[in-house]
C-alpha cells in the first residue's frame, strides 16, 4: 500500500512525493521480504511477476516495480535466477515479465535460453509475446538453443523449434531433416516436416533487385508577406461574426430555460487577441520559421475562406504544418479534405512524403504513413488517397521492417497497447508488390495452411505469385488435423493446377472423415473432374449408411431426421430415406451457412419438386 501510494498520481503533488518515491528500491522490498523467514530470494522475484488475487484491471499498477531506481541493477545481478524461475511461472507472469524486458534491450540479450524457452511456450500468448523478440537476440546463439529443444525438447517444444527454424532460413535445412529422420512421434515428425516443407518454396525462388526510382524532392514555396494583411482581414471578419452571435446569444438566453454562454465567452476570447502580434507569428509558423502547434482561434483564422488554400504558392508543407497536432499526429482526412486540392496530391508518392515530413521536423515520419496502411482503421486515412501500387510499394520496399513487425517477426513498436500493425494488412500490401521478399514465404505459409482461419484465404492468395506453390498444398493433404486437410483441398481447387488431381484420388482411397471426403469430391468437379460415379443412387445410399453410424453432434440431436419429407430423383424414382437424412447430418458437420458446393451438387439430383419441398421443410 505504501508503495503504491508513493507513485499514484491521484495522490499528492509530484513534487512532494519525489524525495519519497526515490526511497522506494527493490532492493529495500527485497530486504522487506526476506525477513520473513519462510521466504527466499525465488519467492521473490516469483512475487514481482506474479498477481494472484489482483484483478486484470489493476494489474499495470504493479508495474512501478519495475521503474524503480536499481529495477535494471536488481535484473542483471539476478539474470540467473530470473532465468531458473520465470518458466515455472504461470502464463500471466511470463506476459508481464516479456513486456518489461522488452523494453530493456540489455537485459534482453543476457536471456537468450529463456526467451527460447518462452518462445516455445504451451501458452500461444506467451509464445507471440517472446517470438517477436527474437530478431533482437544473437542469431547464431538462437539457432542452437532452438536446436537443442529441436532434438531435445519436450514434444510441443520440438514442433514449435521446427516452425521458429523455418522462419529462420535455409540454413536450418540440414537440423530440420535430421529431427524428421529421428523423430519417433509421427504427430511431431509431420510438424517438422511441413516446416521442412515450407523451406522448400525458397529454393524455387529467385530475388531480383528492384531499382528504385529516384525521388523526386517536392517543391516548396513560401507564403508572400501579403498575406499578413489577409490574416489580419479573415480576424476582423471572425470577431464580427463572433459578435453577432454573442449578442443573438444575449437575447435568445431573455427567454430561454437554459442560459448559453458559449458564443458570448468565444467573442471575449477573441478580443483579447493581438492581431497585430498574431499576424506575425502565424506568418512565421505557416512558412515554418517556428514550428508550433495552430489550432482554435489561430486555425480558423488562417484557413478563413479559403483564401490561404487557394493561393499559388500554398502547397503540401503549409498543410502539414497546420495539420500538425503534436504527438506525431495527424489527421489525414483533415489534411486530404480541408487543407489540400487533388492537384496538390494526384501525383504524390509516399516516400515524397515521408521526405517531406522529415523536412518539416516530424518523428517518425515511415511509421506516421504506414500506421495507415497497417492498421486497423474505420475511416479515411491516407491509403484513401494516396492508394496507387506505383505510388505505395516503393515506400514499403525501403521500409521492409515494418512489414516484418507487421507479420509477428519483429517486436511490437506500437506506442498503445490498443494498436499494433496487423498482418492481414501486411498482406495486402506485399499483395502489391512485383515479387514476394523471401523472408516471408515461411511465415506466409504458416498463415496459409496454419490453425488460425482469420488469414488463412488472404496468406494463400498471396502466394500464388511462388511457381511451385500447388506443392506445398499438396504436401499438407497428409496432414493429421482434419481442418488443415480441408483447406489444402479447398487451395487446390482454387488453384487450378492439374497436378492435383492425382493427388486427391489418393487422398479419396483412404480418407475416413465424411466432411473431407466432401471437401476431395467438390474440389473434383471444380477442377474438371467427371465425379458421377460417387454420385449414383446405390453409392449415395452406402455413405449414407456409413455416415449415419457416426455420432450425430449433441448441438444437432433436437433436430427430427425421421419426418424429413420423401424425395425422388430427376427420374422419379424414390430416394431411400437414410440418404436425405445423411445430407442434412452432413450439413452440420460442414459448420457453413453458405451451402458446400457439393451439397448443392446432390440437390440438384432431385427432381425440382423435391428440391422446394426439401428448401421449405
Do not use: C
Request: glycine letters at 4%; zero cysteines.
Amino acid at each position: 500500500d505504501g508503495l503504491l501510494t508513493s507513485f499514484n498520481h491521484q495522490s499528492f503533488d509530484d513534487r512532494q512525493k519525489k524525495s519519497h518515491r526515490d526511497l522506494w528500491t527493490l532492493a529495500v522490498l527485497k530486504q522487506l521480504y526476506l525477513s520473513e523467514p519462510e521466504n527466499n530470494i525465488e519467492g521473490f522475484i516469483a512475487t514481482l511477476f506474479e498477481r494472484d488475487g489482483v484483478n486484470n484491471y489493476h494489474h499495470d499498477q504493479l508495474n512501478v516495480l519495475f521503474k524503480l531506481s536499481d529495477s535494471v541493477v536488481f535484473f542483471n545481478e539476478h539474470a540467473q535466477q530470473v532465468r531458473e524461475i520465470l518458466p515455472k511461472l504461470s502464463a500471466a507472469a511470463q506476459g508481464i515479465f516479456l513486456e518489461f524486458i522488452a523494453q530493456h534491450s540489455d537485459l534482453l540479450q543476457q536471456q537468450t535460453e529463456l526467451m527460447i524457452m518462452l518462445a516455445l511456450s504451451s501458452s500461444k500468448t506467451v509464445r507471440e509475446q517472446a517470438t517477436v523478440l527474437l530478431s533482437q537476440l544473437n542469431q547464431t546463439e538462437s539457432q542452437q538453443y532452438l536446436q537443442h529443444f529441436l532434438l531435445n525438447g519436450e514434444s510441443k517444444q520440438r514442433s514449435f523449434a521446427a516452425d521458429l527454424l523455418a522462419r529462420l532460413g535455409e540454413q536450418n535445412r540440414d537440423i530440420l531433416q535430421q529431427a524428421a529422420d529421428s523423430e519417433k512421434l509421427k504427430s511431431v515428425q509431420v510438424l517438422i516436416i511441413a516446416a521442412l516443407q515450407r523451406l522448400e518454396s525458397l529454393q524455387q525462388v529467385v530475388e531480383v533487385d528492384y531499382t528504385l526510382p529516384e525521388i523526386k524532392a517536392i517543391e516548396t514555396r513560401e507564403i508572400p508577406e501579403s498575406f499578413i494583411p489577409i490574416i489580419v482581414e479573415n480576424y476582423q471578419a471572425l470577431l464580427e461574426k463572433a459578435r453577432l452571435r454573442a449578442e443573438q446569444e444575449i437575447e435568445d438566453n431573455k427567454t430561454a430555460s437554459y442560459k448559453s454562454t458559449w458564443a458570448q465567452s468565444n467573442y471575449k476570447d477573441l478580443q483579447k487577441l493581438k492581431i497585430e502580434q498574431i499576424s506575425q507569428q502565424l506568418f512565421s509558423t505557416i512558412n515554418g520559421k517556428k514550428r508550433t502547434q495552430i489550432h482554435g482561434h489561430h486555425y480558423n483564422i488562417l484557413t478563413h475562406q479559403n483564401k490561404l488554400q487557394n493561393l499559388p504558392e500554398y502547397g503540401l508543407e503549409h498543410a502539414l504544418r497546420l495539420s500538425y497536432h503534436g504527438r506525431n499526429w495527424i489527421n489525414w482526412n483533415e489534411l486530404f479534405n480541408s487543407l489540400l486540392k487533388p492537384h496538390h496530391y494526384e501525383n504524390l508518392e509516399l516516400r515524397q512524403l515521408e521526405q517531406l515530413m522529415k523536412q518539416l521536423g516530424f518523428e517518425k515520419p515511415a511509421r506516421m504513413i504506414a500506421e495507415s496502411y497497417l492498421e486497423n482503421y474505420y475511416y479515411e486515412n491516407l491509403s484513401s488517397y494516396i492508394a496507387d501500387d506505383d505510388k505505395v510499394v516503393p515506400f514499403f520496399m525501403e521500409h521492409i521492417d515494418l512489414i516484418a513487425e507487421a507479420l509477428g517477426l519483429s517486436s511490437d513498436k506500437s506506442e498503445s497497447r490498443y494498436r499494433g500493425f496487423e498482418p492481414l494488412h501486411a498482406i495486402g500490401v506485399l499483395q502489391r508488390f512485383p515479387q514476394l521478399p523471401k523472408q516471408f514465404i515461411p511465415r506466409l505459409l504458416e498463415f496459409a495452411l496454419g490453425d488460425g482461419k482469420r488469414l488463412r484465404f488472404d496468406a494463400q492468395e498471396v502466394l500464388r505469385k511462388l511457381p511451385d506453390i500447388h506443392l506445398r498444398a499438396i504436401e499438407a493433404l497428409q496432414n493429421g488435423k482434419q481442418e488443415i486437410r480441408i483447406t489444402a483441398i479447398e487451395w487446390l481447387a482454387r488453384l487450378q493446377h492439374q497436378a492435383a488431381v492425382s493427388a486427391l484420388y489418393e487422398l479419396l482411397k483412404k480418407e475416413k472423415k465424411e466432411v473431407v471426403i466432401a471437401a476431395i469430391l467438390t474440389a473434383l468437379e471444380q477442377l474438371g473432374e467427371d465425379i458421377s460415379a460417387y454420385l449414383s443412387p446405390k453409392s449415395l445410399l452406402k455413405d449414407a449408411e456409413k455416415g449415419l453410424k457416426g455420432k450425430i453432434a449433441s448441438s444437432f440431436t433436437w433436430f427430427d431426421l425421421q419426418h424429413l419429407p420423401q424425395a425422388q430423383w430427376q427420374d422419379g424414382t424414390a430416394v431411400d430415406p437414410k440418404i436425405i437424412q445423411w445430407w442434412v447430418v452432413l450439413a452440420d458437420k460442414l459448420k457453413d451457412p453458405v451451402p458446400n458446393a457439393l451439397l448443392q451438387r446432390y440437390m440438384g439430383l432431385l427432381n425440382e419438386k423435391s428440391q422446394q419441398t426439401l428448401s421449405l421443410h
